[in-house]
């Protein structure tokens, strides 16, 4: 099972940028997808959600209207489409894979990859 996060770098504050997770390994219209950041000093934060099998989804309220997740189920990838970027959203990015939707409401998961890391500068 792989995870593969990437997309993330250094960016202006306003400017947009896309990550993408993708994964392999485990049936993925089974699973919901999820990002989760952490900045230096800061516990992680469940950003968005997504559930692959009929696209519900879920946004913390710091990202609500300004990012937007999508999955691509037939290239087994998420994306995070990142828009109206501020310094606050800086943090390394992380996504994760469970099959119950919930448990990655609540931070757990069963698969996780690695980070991307997101700067915005002011």
């Known amino acids: 099972v792989q995870l593969q996060a990437s997309g993330g770098g250094l960016v202006q504050a306003g400017g947009s940028l896309r990550l993408s997770c993708a994964a392999s390994?485990?049936?993925?219209?089974?699973?919901?997808i999820g990002w989760f950041r952490q900045a230096p000093g800061k516990e992680r934060e469940g950003v968005s959600c997504?559930?692959?099998?009929?696209?519900?989804?879920y946004y913390a309220n710091s990202v609500k209207g300004r990012f937007s997740i999508s999955s691509d189920n037939a290239k087994n990838t998420v994306y995070l489409q990142m828009n109206s970027l501020k310094p606050e959203d800086t943090a390394v990015y992380s996504c994760?894979?469970?099959?119950?939707?919930?448990?990655?409401?609540?931070?757990?998961?069963?698969?996780w990859g690695q980070g991307t890391l997101v700067t915005v500068s002011s």
């Open positions: 390994g485990f049936t993925f219209d089974d699973y919901a």
């Open positions: 994760a894979a469970d099959q119950m939707f919930f448990s990655l409401l609540a931070g757990t998961g069963d698969y």
């Open positions: 997504i559930r692959n099998s009929d696209g519900s989804t």
